[in-house]
């Protein structure tokens, strides 16, 4: 359970994190095996885990342009399948939309994974047990996380590549937001908000840290993200075994600096790495996908000068 | 799943089957009691005028809503949990529904009505006034009720108090409830999307209209009920009906459905497009879901809307 892992951990004592950067022509280009090779190149320790899947479903979204494309799920989840893993479910708890069905139907999940009964679960009303938050970034102490996810043995964030009208980028990190439950602090989970975020994306990503991250760039979000902004083609995907590392990488391909990202540059320190000379790129080169997304003016701050 | 076994029997049939021994439902079988769970399954079990469930089913669920009521009055969303939030509204109105727990009812609306959202404090009312906000725009002396204490007002939350409070007969509302009663309904009014409709919230954000969203635009219709002729009720209500037929969730359905039917607008039976949803995903299992339907039901074959006649003596 990653709950019972040793997330805190200061940065420079950590090994190199890897990071994963493949192209992808689109949703529909053989990224079944695109996908498949890339995990593999990891090695990961999923063999007899009960593994969960955590991607960002916000809206009900029927032009695909918000929610993480359910082909990428539908494909992570066969190839950790094939990767041996025991078991392989989908978990998200929308901030928004109590009607996750609605969802989940909008963007046609049931056509990429199959019945979704047993196989996708609501964590905003699961069974929630109280858990004291092993960091006190925020004032928040303690929060109500859902069984699922305490029970898990390997954890996967799978958002999508968007910029945020509150935070600059809305990446791995912030996406495990959508493990609170709404059905103990509503729709939205107001109570973060007003804990701060950047507090609540540390508090919550030390108590339950990703043990990987994948991260839905073949269409992104730029301008007005996470739900009002413009698609955004990047034609990557992001993938690595420290979602600190993930996150910093997927701003730098965003055309941003992910030091001047708040929770990122706080997130650096503690949970994982966010220079580049303590990841071991792997696939492409950042320089080489680089895609300039348009950010709100109250975020041109943390725009990349001199296309560093 | 026929559409005449969802009208007449399969709703009532799953929430009887899957009351836990405690009395109380969880948001899926076998998951420990909630109370948002057992208020709306207590809710429809007693609202229901079809074949009538049996009579211990409602009494154990009341006794375990009394357990699970707080020292101040207020309901958290699992026993033992230490703060009350906006369960209170739905499961003082489904006691109130059920009957024979008065005291519980009047302290669960006392709770209530003494509960301030936060954008009502000094503090933020000062930090409105140096740094207004330049992300969304919103009258924040507009008040309505928040999810959890602490926080600022929603529509849902304020919808689900006011639906509540509007169950209840004026003599048991005083003059300070009656207040906050109009303020939430200018609330909402306030928070309204430029096109009609409601999204949680936030009708504005950086200028770009919101999307409304058919769970919020359902409840604070209900919740608005006695303001029908007004031009917003109409416009939210032209949103709704243009959205209506390309809902692909049951739960939202239900709730599109109730809000048709207490406006008096045409819909089409329910029964019949519950059954398409459910062999997409046996509705999850939701119990709330459930709930909802039964009474989207029962309003379809009553007319009257849940809370309106259907209360029992205090």
Known sequence: MSYAQPSLMPSFTRPASRVAIVRSGGYDHDLGALVFEALREFDLPVGGKKVLLKPNFVEPDPDGIINTHPAVVGDVREAFLRLGAESVRVAEGPGHERDTEAIVETIRLRDFLGPLPGLFVDLNLDEVHAVTLRTRASKLKQLYFPRTVLEADYIVSLPKLKTHHWVGATLSLKNMFGIVP?????WPKNVLHWAGITPSILDINSTVRPDFAIVDGIVGMEGNGPIQGTPKPAGVLILGDDPVAVDATCARVMGLEPERIDYLAKAGVLLG?????????????????????????TFQKLVARNGK | MTSGQFRDSYCPEFLITNQNSDGGWGYHPASASAVEATAWALAALVAWRGTPPPAEVCVRAREWLLKAQRADGSWPAYPGQP???WVTSVASQALFLKGGAGIAVERGLQWLVAAWPAEGSLWWRLRQRIFPSRVVRQDSSLKGWNWTPGTASWVEPTAHALLFLRSLPPQMLSPHAAKRRQLAERMLFDRMCPGGGWNSGNPLVYGVAGVPRMGPTAWALLALRAHAERAEIQKSLGWLEGAYSAILGAASLALAHRCLVAYRRRVSPLAPALGELYSQNRFFGNVLTIAWAMIALNEERNGAPLGAGEARAQ
Request: aromatic share 6%.
């Open chain 1, 182 to 186: 709404g059905c103990c602090y509503g």
């Open chain 1, 273 to 297: 790495h966010l220079q580049t000379g303590k990841i071991r790129q792997l696939g492409e080169s950042v320089a080489s996908v680089r895609t300039p997304f348009a950010v709100l003016p």
């Open chain 2, 83 to 85: 703060q009350g939030c």
